[in-house]
């Protein structure tokens, strides 16, 4: 497998995550960037008003992307890193896979979050990637070993 490591990621978490392994696979990284980086009142989940409330609780908003130079033609698998927000992922990642063509490729979905898991987050996504197959990866909290992220990625035969 010749993967990419793709992630999204608002205050750095998923970003260590993202990070760690792709070293720990030895593989090309790219950050996905939205055009207007979540400030800190945007990310307050407590306010119903504030900017990443809305968008989540649309579920056709589409917060658009600082760029479109992710090199997904060149890779048929992969791994797509974002933070849990409201159990599932941020629209962003929408946006990111309908930019793209991802036809006969496989994304395997990690992510990190305060607790709580992948949930719907894959069946949320597939739609904008109609012709990707779509799986669940894992959660990347905590301290990560990098030699276990490379068996496990190995582990998932690609
Ligand atoms: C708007 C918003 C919604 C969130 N919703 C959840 C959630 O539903 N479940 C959870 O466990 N954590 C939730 N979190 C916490 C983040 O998933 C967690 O802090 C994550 O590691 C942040 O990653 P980042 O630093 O890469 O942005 C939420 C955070 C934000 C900002």
């Known amino acids: 497998m010749n993967p990419l ?15 760690a392994l792709a070293n720990a696979v030895g593989v090309e990284l790219y950050e996905i960037k939205p055009a207007v980086p979540y400030t800190s009142a945007d990310l307050d989940w407590r306010n119903a008003d504030s900017r990443s409330s809305v968008e989540m609780k649309d579920a056709h908003s589409r917060p658009a992307l600082a760029d479109t130079d992710a090199p997904v033609a060149e890779h048929d698998v992969i791994f797509l890193g974002f933070p849990v927000w409201w159990y599932v992922a ?38 904008s990637a109609p012709g990707a197959k779509i799986v669940d990866g894992r959660m990347l909290n905590g301290r990560l070993d990098e030699a276990e992220l490379k068996a496990w990625a190995e582990g998932l035969k690609l």
Do not use: H, M, R, W
Not at 7 to 19: D, E, M, Q, R
Not at 95 to 114: N, P
């Open 5 to 19: 490591v793709a992630y999204f990621s608002a205050t750095g978490t998923t970003a260590k995550a993202a990070k």
């Open 90 to 127: 941020p629209t962003i990642l929408n946006t990111f896979l309908e930019a793209y063509d991802f036809s006969g490729k496989t994304i395997v979905l990690f992510a990190t979050s305060g607790g709580s898991g992948l949930g719907k987050s894959a069946s949320g996504l597939q739609a």
